[in-house]
């Protein structure tokens, strides 16, 4: 596991969209993405959205598949996922939206949506590089705590803890979704590469969890302790909790050449 600390939220998006770019020049064109909503990415599409602009990064036969979607939100519902991927990834990375794919979080055919999404994923080759959020509990997508470290995509109950935190995109606590679809721990694991962004002193505790606290489904994410190329990227908020920062911070600064992320 790779982690490094950025002084701020503006260089954590830098750092890791600069990862994510090396990742897709060495895969090509028709990298495959995993994506992640929430606020946690946005300044890591936005990096990844100078970088094209710059012409340091080629998108164009990208595929990208989202974590996860609410269940029961009507079509076009402006907090539904699909929407949300729209606005902050599809649009501003240029993708080609026949390319871009969220679980189906309708109603109708719910039961073998999470079976259709995993095939749609080995279909497409699988993900090159998974960007990721985590939650104030230690999840990533909406894997809850005690979710299989093992589990693919399937729905899910949210915590209180969850919606609430996710309350403020709705107009009250009692508009967000109870259910959701999300892609698995065993799916998120299968991705070749995985980029995992935090900042703010909220997420200390999860990040400390995460990164040098036991592996357990009380804490999805420590799961990635266990991933072969993951990248951890915080700021100094987030990294609050962390015993060895400053060993990781020597780490990154001392990166064999080739290891090196273009950060002009």
């Known amino acids: 596991m790779e982690i490094i600390i950025c002084p701020n939220e503006g260089r954590v998006g830098q750092v890791a969209a600069a990862k994510i770019a090396k990742i897709a020049a060495e895969v090509g064109p028709g990298v495959v993405l995993g994506v992640a909503t929430g606020s946690s990415p ?7 959205a100078k970088l094209l602009a710059a ?3 080629d998108l164009s036969q990208a595929s990208a598949f989202a974590l996860d979607e609410y269940v029961g939100l009507a ?3 402006p907090e539904s996922y699909r929407e949300v991927i729209r606005r902050t990834v599809t ?12 679980p ?5 055919g719910l ?32 894997n809850e705590p005690t979710s299989s470290l093992s589990s693919r995509t399937r729905v899910k109950m949210l915590t209180q803890n969850t919606r609430q935190d996710n309350a403020r995109f709705f107009a009250s606590l009692d508009d967000v979704p109870r259910h959701c679809i999300t892609q698995g721990l065993g799916t998120i694991m299968a991705a070749r590469h995985v980029v995992l962004v935090a900042t703010g002193e909220a997420k200390a505790d ?8 036991p592996v357990t489904a009380m804490c999805p994410a420590s799961v990635l302790q266990m991933h ?12 609050g909790h962390l015993a060895l920062a400053d060993y990781y911070k020597q780490a990154f600064e001392n990166l064999p050449a080739w290891q090196a992320l273009d950060l002009a």
Not at 104 to 108: P, V
């Open 42 to 48: 946005l300044s890591t599409y936005d990096g990844l």
């Open 55 to 57: 012409g340091k990064l």
């Open 75 to 77: 079509d076009g519902h």
């Open 91 to 102: 649009e501003p990375l240029g993708l080609d939206p026949s390319r871009v794919h969220v």
């Open 104 to 108: 189906d979080g309708s109603l109708h």
């Open 111 to 142: 039961a073998s949506a999470g079976e259709r999404y995993e095939k749609a994923i080995v279909a497409a080759g699988g993900v090159d590089v998974q960007i990721l959020g985590i939650g104030t509990n230690g999840h990533v997508g909406f």
């Open 206 to 213: 999860a990040v400390g969890r995460l990164v040098e606290g």
């Open 228 to 239: 072969q190329f993951a990248t951890i990227v915080v700021d100094e908020a987030a990294a």
